[in-house]
Nanobody, 125 residues
Framework: QVQVTESGGGSEQAGGSLRLSCTAS????????MAWFRQAPGKEREGVTC????????VYVDSVKGRFTISRDNAKNALYLKMNSLKPEDTAVYFC??????????????????WGQGTQVTVSS
């Protein structure tokens, strides 16, 4: 069982940047597709981005394309999300999630199994 912990959230003004980190314990991440989700107040959770276990496949939701970058470091069992050009609509609790996945493929529609507790990101205008 993978335990997941996010960090790096905070408050930022519109146009600013934040970097979220996620670390896994209890297992290595080599076999896992990894993703970031977010949930804004009063809204359903949405997938933001995912990366396949080999880093070949990356998917972004349209609203963050060109602004957010996902990356991973399997040696550190870590996943990152660099968020640039932040907008107030990016305000949400951000979650990291893992699932055992195939090489070369990831999807935000999968039922991810291991979730962190979330980290708050607040963007003011």
């Amino acid at each position: 069982q993978v335990q997941v912990t996010e960090s790096g959230g905070g408050s930022e003004q519109a146009g600013g940047s934040l970097r979220l980190s996620c670390t896994a314990s209890g297992s290595t991440t080599h076999d896992y597709s990894m993703a970031w989700f977010r949930q804004a107040p009063g809204k359903e959770r949405e997938g933001v981005t995912c990366m396949s276990r080999d880093g070949v496949s990356i998917v972004y939701v349209d609203s963050v394309k060109g602004r957010f970058t996902i990356s991973r470091d399997n040696a550190k069992n870590a996943l990152y999300l660099k968020m640039n050009s932040l907008k107030p609509e990016d305000t949400a609790v951000y979650f990291c999630a893992f699932i055992r996945g195939p090489i070369g493929l990831c999807s935000l529609a999968w039922s991810y199994r291991s979730w962190g507790q979330g980290t708050q990101v607040t963007v003011s205008s």
